[in-house]
């Protein structure tokens, strides 16, 4: 058989075994034409290359050896490429190297087997093909300055892995999904179908801020103003009511209310939330901030930013309207109390006049034990927690009651002139109406009620306090009686060497 035939049979069928074999083990490698074309080629250059007719011909074998070269590395390439390059990174789903850092792998190959074929192959010194290759290319490099500078934007977006295709972000505002990112642009569709195709440099230049695509959950702030008579901790619980409720809002991270700033016409709050619904942000925004006018107006509040109040003022009575409704509010609080219902009806009206609204957060004393105190309050919004100090420092301190609104506390050092009997603290926001001891001395001695049920409320809050410290004081001596009776036990069966001594 003639043997230039043989030997190229044979590069063939041995090559084509090795491209099952890889195409078996290797899933990502798809159809192989490029390893079937190097195949081919390198059986056709050694068959010809064994071949008396032409193996003279230095031209032609020159071009094949090179074409095989060629086609050899990207066939290499393409082995690298679906076996290392293209498997799944971190996120499992997107290759572990870019597509575009790939491509130039890919280039960047041929480039220097080409340049090793020109110099070893066809004998054409490597400097002369460097400094013809350098002056191809800064000619190259000045006509395509700006199609470079995509390009290298590109690869630099793709070596920060910054955005990915599927990614959602907003372009200089606009929100929208990266469909495709190729060498020199980066297309985009927002919610409206339109397609974007932006450069890459202009997306590397522009404010551009990534949201993902929806695996991991990121923030978004919304600003409202809320008018400055609204204490700090009832605009955020309504707020944060509005956070509770808006569909989209992740529970976790916990949404978060804040004030951002005192601003000319209302303080600027800012409501923090999370969500994973980064591909509708303008469907989220507006159920936010709709649930935000909802929440706001149920909790009694104006509408928010911009606002403008327009104080009225009443000349013959020198009180602002607003003031004359708050008066009549307290009237109303005061006059429904147990505690003040022996009064008449101008007494309430005069006692409404001598009280003052004190705003408390979540936390705040209102009261310290011990401190010297003449003052009543009464609790119009939110509530308090009363908590005596414990004896022993190693034990906590006593709680004795919850009070909410109606309710008064201040009582027993404003009838007795001793200091403070408890603590009382805001348990959320609270709002409290203060009586100084002066304000309240000429009510007390006209109206006998009022006298009864402070002097009930002393009472029967000293018997109760006196009830949960001597609980605590059983509880604590039954835990010592365990503790010497344990303790005695040991010593009992070390004593008789019994286990357990
Ligand atoms: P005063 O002692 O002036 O300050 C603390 C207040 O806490 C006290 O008045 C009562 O009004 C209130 N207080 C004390 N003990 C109790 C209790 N056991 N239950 C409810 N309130 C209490």
New binding site residues.
């Given amino acids: 058989m003639n043997l230039p035939i043989l030997y190229a049979a044979a590069t063939l069928v041995l090559g084509e075994v090795l491209v099952l074999c890889l195409r078996r083990f290797v899933p990502r490698l798809g159809r192989g034409l490029v390893l079937h074309g190097a195949v081919g080629l390198a059986a056709l250059t050694i068959g010809l290359g064994r071949s008396e007719w032409f193996r003279d011909d230095s031209r032609l074998m020159a071009a094949l050896t090179t074409s095989t070269l060629v086609v050899g590395v990207l066939a290499l390439y393409a082995v690298l490429d679906a076996s290392v390059l293209q498997r799944p990174g971190k996120d499992r789903l997107t290759p572990r190297v870019p597509a575009l850092l790939r491509e130039l792998g890919r280039v960047l190959a041929v480039l220097a087997v080409g340049l090793f074929a020109l110099s070893v192959v066809h004998g054409i010194p490597l400097s002369a093909v460097l400094v013809s290759s350098t002056v191809v290319s800064a000619v190259i490099g000045l006509s395509l300055q700006d199609v470079l500078k995509n390009v290298f934007a590109g690869i630099s977006m793709q070596l920060e892995a910054a955005p990915r295709v599927g990614d959602w972000l907003t372009l200089d505002g606009l929100p929208a999904k990266v469909v495709e990112m190729s060498w020199r642009t980066t297309r985009l569709r927002t919610n409206e179908g339109h397609m974007i195709v932006e450069p890459n440099a202009r997306i590397a230049d522009s404010r551009l801020t990534q949201l993902g695509n929806g695996t991991v959950p990121v923030a978004f702030g919304f600003e409202v103003g809320l008018p400055y008579d609204a204490p700090p901790a009832q605009a955020k619980t309504a707020l944060m009511a509005a956070a509770a409720s808006a569909p989209g809002v992740l529970g976790k991270p916990v949404p978060q209310a804040m004030i951002r700033e005192y601003g000319d016409s209302a303080i600027l709050y800012e409501l923090r939330v999370w969500t994973r619904q980064v591909d509708h942000i303008t469907v989220f925004r507006d159920a936010v901030f709709s649930r935000i006018w909802y929440e706001v107006h149920r909790a009694g509040l104006s509408v928010p930013f911009p606002i403008r109040t327009v104080h009225m003022q009443d000349e013959a009575t020198g009180r602002t309207e607003s003031a004359q409704r708050e008066q009549q509010r307290i009237v109303d609080l005061l006059g429904g109390l147990v505690l003040f219902e022996g009064l008449a009806g101008d007494a309430v009206a005069s006692l409404a006049r001598c009280t003052r609204r004190l705003y408390f957060d979540a936390g705040e004393r209102l ?1 310290e ?1 011990g401190e010297p ?1 003449d003052s009543l309050f009464i609790i119009d919004r939110g509530s308090v927690v ?1 908590t ?1 100090a414990s004896d022993s420092a190693a034990s906590a301190n006593l709680e ?2 919850v ?1 909410s609104a109606g309710s ?7 009838l007795t002139g ?7 603290q805001a348990e959320g926001g609270c709002e409290v109406l203060l009586l100084c001891k002066e304000d309240l001395a000429p009510m007390l001695e006209g109206d006998p009620t009022m006298a009864e049920v402070l002097c009930r ?1 002393v009472a029967e ?2 018997q ?2 006196e009830d ?1 410290v001597a609980r605590r004081r059983a509880r604590l001596d039954e835990r010592g009686v365990a503790h010497d009776t344990g303790s005695i036990l040991r010593r009992v069966r070390h004593f008789f060497r019994l286990p357990g001594g």
Avoid at 408 to 414: A, D, N, T, V, W
Avoid at 418 to 424: H, I, L, Y
């Fill in positions: 009261v034990e105190g009363v005596k004795l009651a009070l008064f506390f201040g009582e027993m050092s404003l001793e200091p403070r009997s408890a603590t009382v409320a809050r000293n109760a306090t949960a």
